[in-house]
């Protein structure tokens, strides 16, 4: 069975930083790619961030691009969101997802596998 944790998440001024981290078992984690999604009170879940099965491959959502780093650790099965300049915007429950491939993909129906989510809010 696969599981995803997340951890991480908090609260966090306007213009500050936080490094979310997901921590995978139950497949081999190095032969998957990973993403991380998010959703607003009242909104769709939405898509922030991808990394392929190498770490060699990255696709980011404008919104947050230029702000936000995907990155892995295939030896420690971990895949984390550095997120910098943070914005009220970004407030929202974060998730990591394990892909049903290698390569990158935008779509949560590209995904398998969900963690239960953190929480990130940023107060202005």
């Known amino acids: 069975q696969v599981q995803l944790i997340e951890s991480g998440g908090g609260l966090v001024q306007a213009g500050g930083s936080l490094r979310l981290s997901c921590a995978v078992s139950g497949r081999t984690f190095s032969r998957y790619a990973m993403g991380w999604f998010r959703q607003a009170p009242g909104l769709e879940r939405e898509f922030v961030a991808t990394?392929?099965?190498?770490?060699?491959?990255?696709d980011y959502a404008d919104s947050v691009k230029g702000r936000v780093t995907i990155s892995r650790d295939n030896a420690k099965n971990t895949v984390y969101l550095q997120m910098n300049s943070l914005k009220p915007e970004d407030t929202a429950v974060y998730y990591c997802?394990?892909?049903?491939?290698?390569?990158?993909?935008?779509?949560?129906?590209?995904?398998?596998?969900w963690g239960q989510g953190t929480q990130v809010t940023v107060s202005s």
């Open positions: 997802a394990a892909g049903r491939g290698p390569g990158t993909g935008r779509s949560s129906a590209w995904y398998s596998s």
């Open positions: 990394i392929d099965w190498s770490g060699s491959n990255t």
